[in-house]
């Protein structure tokens, strides 16, 4: 090759590789920004918000709430004891009559940007047909929960009769 083919070829080699970093620089700027870092506070409160939707929705009986609450791939395994057994009997096809639940998170666990977990006890109750008192059932439970597009989802939950490690929390707690 002579010099002068040289300086064609090199100053054409030297013109495409100018051109494929600007073109990877312009398809770079086009790209997204990152989504801003969550601390294990601020994902901590986004759950505290989450749980109190999702115990308003239950108290409704707002399946379509809850359909916006929990993942649409969620899996939740009830808890089965005789009390719990007989509250899925009132239930029905929906909830138990007067249904709620009072969930009380004992520790919250942020594993990185996609994953945290919850553990907890819960206190279900309903207010049996024909009868003055209130039925209730506890629960403790671990709760593992997904962000998606920035929103935490119950994703998948555990549930026992139970009592958790240490036992019970004293009512009010």
């Known amino acids: 090759m002579n010099s002068a083919s040289f300086r064609t070829w090199h ?4 013109a495409l590789t100018s051109l494929g970093m600007m073109s990877f620089t312009a398809c770079a700027s086009l790209q997204p920004a990152p989504a801003p870092q969550q601390s294990e506070q601020e994902a901590r409160g986004e759950v505290d918000t989450t749980r109190a939707r999702f115990m308003a929705a239950m108290a409704a009986s707002d399946f379509a709430a809850l359909a ?17 057994l007989e509250m ?3 239930a029905g096809e929906g909830l138990a009559p007067e249904y ?12 990185d940007q996609e994953w945290a977990f919850e553990r907890g006890t819960s206190v279900q109750s309903w207010q049996p047909e024909g ?6 059932v506890r629960n ?3 709760l593992i929960l997904r962000n998606v597009d920035g929103q935490w989802k119950p994703y998948r939950e555990v549930a026992s009769a139970l009592p958790p490690p240490g036992g019970w929390p004293e009512d009010g707690e």
């Open 68 to 84: 916006e609450i929990v993942d649409p791939d969620a899996v939740m395994i009830g808890a089965g004891s005789a009390g719990h």
């Open 100 to 111: 709620r639940i009072e969930i009380s998170p004992q520790e919250f666990v942020m594993m």
């Open 11 to 14: 100053g054409l080699s030297a």
């Open 88 to 90: 899925y009997a009132a």
């Open 140 to 142: 403790s439970y671990l």
């Open 131 to 136: 009868e003055a008192k209130r039925e209730e």
